[in-house]
């Protein structure tokens, strides 16, 4: 329910920009989706821009929805796309060690793991996206090889200088409507996956060296607490976060 009411919102959005930059600006419903499409995705080439007051002005607000609540919106289907994506690429990389395995200890998992196909594995989506934005500039942007290479890294980063853009045509535009939110979102998203690699192979490592299951008086500590302490020494969650969670479990087990 959830995703469609998302969808919903993604194409009421849109079909506002088709209305307002039709009838402002003069665009084609095409244009104006690409137009928000690289708005949105903050690639923002700089090959179009609204010219009217009313089109600007509705440029603030929807510049402000789109790279959040849009963006946002559309990031779930995108990444269903990018999970199918890796589940097809997954047996190209193949782990040499399960460490969901319960029968692993900690220890063997840090002596026989490899971290490099795992951060291998992750980059295999970012690499194929790349490799369809670079063929999508040879066959519809009429580039060379190395402009073609240069104006997919500069999309996907979302730097967007300007000096290479979709030209003017349906088929060019249509393209990187589809391509541009892929490319951005498979970037983060194998970016995300690398650093979360890095956290994890970090926690194994230290657990593995330095952690005990004590508190500050030798007294033992248990599974719960130890979570919350690594959770919190790794960043990945704050005091804040913690004590909601303690304040929920608080009122849960009162109403029990």
């Known amino acids: 329910m959830a995703n469609l009411q998302s969808l919903l919102f993604v194409a009421l959005f849109f079909a506002s920009g088709v209305a307002v930059y039709g009838a402002c600006e003069g665009w084609s419903p095409l244009s104006a989706c690409y137009f928000m499409v690289i708005t949105s995705t903050t690639v923002g080439y700089g090959d179009m821009a609204p010219a009217s007051p009313a089109g600007r002005l509705y440029t603030c607000a929807s510049a402000l929805l789109g790279t959040t609540v849009i963006f946002n919106a559309l990031q779930p289907a995108v990444e269903a796309a990018l999970t199918r994506l890796r589940a097809a690429l997954v047996p190209a990389v193949a782990l040499n060690i399960d460490t969901a395995d319960p029968r692993l200890s900690l220890r063997e998992v840090n002596r026989r793991i490899s971290y490099g196909r795992r951060h291998l594995r992750a980059a295999l989506g970012?690499?194929?996206?790349?490799?369809?934005?670079?063929?999508?500039?040879?066959?519809?942007?009429?580039?060379?090889?190395?402009?073609?290479?240069?104006?997919?890294?500069?999309?996907?980063?979302?730097?967007?200088?300007?000096?290479?853009?979709?030209?003017?045509?349906?088929?060019?535009?249509?393209?990187?409507?589809?391509?541009?939110?892929?490319?951005v979102v498979a970037l983060a998203d194998g970016v995300n996956e690398w650093l979360a690699i890095r956290t994890r192979k970090r926690i194994r490592e230290h657990c593995d060296a330095d952690d005990t299951a004590t508190d500050d008086d030798g007294k033992p500590i248990g599974e719960a607490e130890f979570l919350r302490r690594v959770l919190h020494r790794e960043g990945l969650v704050d005091d804040d976060t913690l004590a909601s969670i303690a304040r929920k479990f608080a009122a849960v087990k009162k109403e029990q």
């Not at 402009?147 to 730097?159: E, G, K, R, S």
């Open 126 to 183: 970012p690499l194929l996206i790349f490799v369809v934005g670079v063929a999508n500039a040879l066959l519809f942007l009429g580039l060379g090889a190395i402009d073609a290479v240069y104006y997919a890294v500069v999309t996907m980063t979302t730097i967007g200088y300007g000096d290479i853009a979709p030209p003017p045509t349906p088929l060019a535009k249509l393209a990187a409507i589809v391509w541009i939110p892929l490319a």
